[in-house]
């Protein structure tokens, strides 16, 4: 965390590399939590794929209890509302292609997982059409109202890029 905490003194973000096709890396409420805001307005995640690659934003976790929960809280019918459950969705942040004009940016919408939830189907939150986003979470405060979430982040091949490439590419054989 203390090389974090440098790299955003010194450039203002984080930078997460994709650029391998095993490479994954992962995102969390509770780690920005600690840290005092990386990955928030303070210091996004700036995460790059290689060249002709997409980044694939995908809800590693969202299940379990608010921080904030309190059955004895102002009304009773919002006792739970900030757990998440299926069908239930909670802005966590937004994402921006890089070099897009200031106030370009998408919603990152994370709903609630149901406990049973294969590990097999992961719920994509954001397909990128490039190789270059940033990731700004909510601010702190937002964050501990909120169940702990952790977001999965991954450069995938584009299908475009492939196509472009094998067409443009001339194939010749030895013998």
Same mark, same amino acid.
């Given at each position: 965390?203390?090389?974090?905490?440098?790299?955003?003194?010194?450039?203002?973000?984080?930078?997460?590399?994709? #650029?391998?096709?095993?490479?994954?890396? =992962?995102?969390?409420?509770?780690?920005?939590?600690?840290?005092?805001?990386?990955?928030?307005?303070?210091?996004?995640?700036?995460?790059?794929?290689?060249?002709?690659?997409?980044?694939?934003?995908?809800?590693?976790?969202?299940?379990? !209890?608010?921080?904030?929960?309190?059955?004895?809280?102002?009304?009773?019918?919002?006792?739970?509302?900030?757990?998440?459950?299926?069908?239930?969705?909670?802005?966590?942040?937004?994402?921006?292609?890089?070099?897009?004009?200031?106030?370009?940016?998408?919603?990152?919408?994370?709903?609630?997982?149901?406990?049973?939830?294969?590990?097999?189907?992961?719920?994509?939150?954001?397909?990128?059409?490039?190789?270059?986003?940033? #990731?700004?979470?909510?601010?702190?405060?937002?964050? !501990?109202?909120?169940?702990?979430?952790?977001?999965?982040?991954?450069?995938?091949?584009?299908?475009?890029?492939?196509?472009?490439?094998?067409? =443009?590419?001339?194939?010749?054989?030895?013998?």
């Amino acid at each position: 965390m203390a090389s974090s905490s440098s790299q955003c003194r010194r450039t203002g973000r984080l930078v997460r590399n994709a #650029v391998d096709r095993q490479a994954v890396g =992962y995102l969390s409420s509770e780690a920005t939590i600690a840290s005092g805001g990386i990955g928030t307005s303070k210091c996004p995640f700036n995460i790059r794929a290689a060249p002709g690659q997409r980044i694939r934003l995908s809800l590693a976790a969202f299940i379990g !209890q608010s921080r904030s929960e309190d059955p004895g809280a102002e009304a009773a019918e919002l006792a739970g509302s900030n757990t998440p459950r299926p069908g239930l969705c909670y802005e966590v942040g937004t994402v921006t292609v890089a070099g897009a004009r200031p106030g370009k940016s998408e919603p990152l919408t994370a709903c609630g997982l149901p406990a049973d939830r294969s590990s097999s189907a992961p719920s994509v939150l954001y397909q990128s059409e490039s190789n270059n986003v940033t #990731v700004q979470l909510y601010p702190i405060p937002v964050l !501990q109202r909120l169940a702990p979430f952790v977001i999965k982040y991954e450069g995938t091949q584009n299908p475009d890029f492939l196509f472009t490439f094998l067409r =443009y590419t001339r194939v010749t054989h030895v013998k």
